[in-house]
């Protein structure tokens, strides 16, 4: 397997841009990823600061990895709908624009009843943003997590014309309760982008819970397996608000031993 192509997300420097940007460069990673609510928006990056941070990226030796945007109710929730589906489209065309393809959000909870209201209009709504990410050249990646990966795929597969990705997050799994093994089984051919993230099952308290990479039941050794059974050449992304300073180099470090 060729070396890991390992990014980190802006948010967990907790600093403003630029200096977050001169953070990562150190910290080891080759790439950033940027959230498009809190890190830059897509209405700040007008023609000159597109120009000016893609220069301070080369500069760094940095690349986009992909940009977040987590979109305060998911698709599955009918008010103000268009709206969240016009911001979505805005921050694929603010990818594109930056050099990457991948924009990630949590769509919404996927219904087990697939007739139901709800899940027909997160099938038309990602359809539409499938659509729409061909032709601006970034496409939506679904971030897994809220349901099991099996229900995720089924909701994917149901527009063979337009495309979805997946952002495929263990700890989001394993804090939910969710299989691992069998969502990776029915999404690893979607996969756009791996969000190293790990998590156990606090039996005592009775919920899951996000612990430090490599601390959890997440098996990246069998992970990175699987997706390279898929030929899978995309970033995993290390971070998260909140961590500890260290914590995106030790992650970095961790996932370069395996």
Request: with cysteine; hydrophobic share 40%.
């Amino acid at each position: 397997m060729p070396q890991l192509k390992i990014s980190a997300r802006l948010t967990a420097f907790g600093l403003p841009l630029k200096k977050a940007l001169h953070a990562a460069a150190r910290s080891g990673v080759a790439a950033v990823e940027i959230d498009a609510r809190n890190d830059l928006r897509p209405s700040e990056l007008t023609d000159t600061a597109c120009r000016q941070l893609r220069k301070m990226l080369d500069d760094l030796n940095l690349r986009v990895s992909s940009v977040r945007f987590q979109t305060r109710r998911g698709y599955d929730v009918l008010p103000r709908l268009n709206e969240r589906v016009d911001a979505t489209k805005a921050a694929m065309r603010m990818a594109y624009r930056l050099g990457c393809n991948v924009v990630v959000n949590q769509i919404g909870r996927v219904p087990e009843d697939t007739a139901s209201p709800a899940c027909s209009q997160l099938e038309a709504v990602l359809s539409d943003l499938g659509r729409y990410g061909a032709r601006v050249g970034a496409l939506l990646a679904a971030e897994t997590g809220t349901e099991p990966g099996e229900r995720l795929a089924r909701l994917l597969d149901v527009d063979e014309q337009s495309f979805t990705g997946v952002a495929f997050n263990p700890g989001n799994l394993i804090v939910n309760g969710f299989s691992v093994d069998e969502a990776l089984q029915a999404l690893a051919d979607r996969v756009q982008l791996v969000v190293a993230r790990d998590g156990v099952q606090d039996l005592a308290a009775g919920r899951g819970v996000g612990v430090p990479l490599g601390q959890g039941t997440a098996d990246f050794p069998e992970i990175l397996g699987r997706l390279e059974d898929q030929q899978y050449r995309g970033w995993f992304v290390v971070g998260d608000e909140g961590d500890p300073p260290d914590e995106v180099s030790r992650n970095t470090q961790y996932l370069l031993n395996l």
